[in-house]
């Protein structure tokens, strides 16, 4: 409403509230305010109320009661005799880790086969779209359970892998070896360690610390690099080249820790009936984060594939016509462009895997719903507050992901001037 000079505006009545436009709009937003109020106190009452009916109080003090059961996948230290909470934190960890690990390689396949599908090659665009055609039509769960027949009947047991003539060979130059009870793959040695940071019973390496310092020192020296390169780019209109030095910060860093620390590759080795050395990673795991990665990437395949779309083909036309090859037009011209369009949808597919992980119950995964959900909740009868819990989890860990895609969103849109 536009105030004219001499105007006297009139004192404030209650009828205000409903009849002036000024008031009105504020006047439905607090009363609908108050109704939702009232319905959720009226829900958390009626909650209460049923709960003493049954004898039961709303409490979190079972948290810091023994657990009582073990759990074969962790991260960091358990046993039976540590409280439910930590139980909830190794749970917790599973899902990030298989969350993590699935989101990275579904976009790499993803990203692979989205741009393979607008192949020339007919054959190799036509089995992309087989691909995600079969992948996207048929359910999470079922893909779940048909790679844990394959793993379950087709690999083979440990023990054959044993002796000169062994019936099963491995795999990647003798690194990684798939059997039917859990897949061999090597881990890292050093000939120098450095020591640990002692945090109870837990513990971070000093290697760790140095490496992260490196790699934060490298992108702080990199950021600069770039606004000095900027900073002349705008003063002289040629931007000086500095992919080597962004390399050499880098790379050089890392390779004299690498070289100072004798970091190393331990491969498995078999000793006995089961392989040593390495890390024996349980095919409840490896099912999971294969069936998610598959799962996924196919809708990541197509988002990539609209993106690209959407670009206009003068772009890569006028790209032809500077000279650059097809694969360069598409990593320095394309896809930055389609950015704009995957980054949205994206999203939804990483906030879809992660929820999607609480299906590792099926495969005897002990995540965050296996622990929390599954034993913790039966073993105290805690169902209201187990739920809750999980519930207020899930919503943070996606509340996380989209902030932090919306941040990396807003930093490759199209800037208008």
């Not at 009870?181 to 971070?204: H, K, Q, S």
């Not at 790699?215 to 600069?224: S, V």
């Not at 299906?359 to 995540?367: N, P, Q």
């Not at 989209?402 to 807003?410: A, D, H, K, V």
Request: charge should be positive.
């Amino acid at each position: 409403m536009v105030d004219y000079p001499g105007v006297v505006k009139p004192p404030f009545r209650l009828s205000m509230l409903v009849y002036d436009r000024r008031y009105r709009s504020l006047t439905i937003q607090a009363v609908v305010f108050i109704l939702v109020m009232l319905v959720a106190g009226w829900l958390v009452d009626n909650t209460l109320r049923n709960l003493a009916i049954m004898g039961k109080t709303f409490s979190f003090d079972f948290l810091f009661r023994r657990a009582g059961y073990d759990i074969p996948q962790q991260l960091i230290p358990y046993n039976s005799d540590d409280t439910h909470l930590r139980a909830l934190v190794v749970g917790l960890l599973n899902t990030l880790q298989v969350s993590i690990l699935g989101c990275i390689s579904a976009t790499v396949l993803g990203v692979v086969v989205g741009v393979l599908r607008l192949s020339s090659n007919w054959l190799i665009a036509r089995l992309m779209t087989v691909y995600v055609e079969v992948f996207r039509n048929i359910p999470l769960l079922l893909w779940i359970l048909v790679i844990l027949a394959i793993f379950t009947e087709i690999m083979p047991p440990p023990n054959a892998y044993r002796g000169d003539n062994p019936q099963a060979g491995m795999l990647f130059f003798d690194l990684i070896a798939p059997t039917n009870r859990y897949t061999a793959i090597p881990t890292l040695g050093m000939t120098n360690p450095p020591g640990t940071i002692a945090l109870g019973r837990e513990g971070i390496s000093w290697a760790f610390v140095a490496y992260a310092v490196a790699i934060i020192a490298a992108l702080t020296i990199r950021y600069f690099v770039l606004r000095r390169a900027k900073r002349l780019q705008d003063e002289t209109g040629r931007r000086p080249t500095t992919w080597w030095i962004n390399l050499a910060i880098l790379l050089v860093p890392l390779a004299l820790l690498t070289w100072h620390f004798g970091l190393h590759l331990i491969a498995p080795v078999m000793r006995g009936f089961n392989f040593v050395g390495g890390i024996n990673l349980s095919n409840s795991f490896v099912v999971l984060w294969l069936a998610l990665t598959l799962y996924t990437g196919a809708f990541i395949a197509e988002i990539v594939r609209a993106g690209i779309l959407s670009v206009s083909r003068g772009q890569s036309e006028a790209a032809a016509a500077l000279g650059l090859r097809p694969g360069r037009t598409m990593s320095l011209v394309i896809l930055p462009q389609a950015l704009r369009v995957i980054i949205p949808p994206l999203i939804s597919q990483y906030l879809n895997l992660t929820k999607n992980s609480s299906l590792a119950i099926a495969v005897g995964f002990m995540d965050l719903r296996g622990t929390l959900g599954g034993t913790t909740l039966n073993q105290t009868g805690r169902e209201m507050e187990c739920m809750v819990l999980l519930m207020g989890i899930y919503l943070l860990l996606s509340l996380l992901i989209s902030g932090g895609m919306n941040i990396f969103n807003s930093r490759v849109k199209l800037k208008e001037r």
